[in-house]
């Protein structure tokens, strides 16, 4: 069973940077197509960024390219996501997400992912 746990979220400030990290156990990282999503309080849970096994191909939803950075390392079976410029409607619980790379090369869809952590909280204070 793949397990996930995210760990980087806090209180910011508006224009701040913060990354957060998801380390993944009981799988195969390398293999694995790795995304995030997050949700507001509110509203549903919404497309972040993926990136696929090899690491390569980083999809990201369109209000976040070029503020936020998706990233892996393979050796130490960790995915990072890097924001900048956080906005108050960056708020959210983030949550990582991983998918059979054999099956997902790299998906905006959450139905598409099998294995989710528990969330971090990111709260940016304007």
């Known amino acids: 069973q793949v397990h996930l746990v995210e760990s980087g979220g806090t209180l910011v400030q508006a224009g701040d940077s913060l990354r957060l990290s998801c380390t993944v156990s009981?799988?195969?990282?390398?293999?694995?197509?790795m995304g995030w999503f997050r949700q507001a309080p509110g509203k549903d849970r919404e497309f972040v960024a993926c990136?696929?096994?090899?690491?390569?191909?980083?999809l990201y939803e369109h209000s976040m390219k070029g503020r936020f950075i998706i990233s892996r390392d393979n050796a130490n079976n960790t995915l990072y996501l890097q924001m900048n410029s956080l906005q108050s409607e960056d708020t959210a619980v983030y949550y990582c997400?991983?998918?059979?790379?054999?099956?997902?090369?790299?998906?905006?869809?959450?139905?598409?992912?099998?294995?989710w952590g528990q969330g971090t909280q990111v709260t940016v204070s304007s």
């Open positions: 990136i696929s096994w090899i690491g390569d191909r980083p």
């Open positions: 009981g799988g195969t990282f390398s293999t694995l197509t």
């Open positions: 997400a991983a998918a059979s790379g054999a099956k997902v090369l790299v998906s905006p869809r959450a139905d598409e992912y099998d294995y």
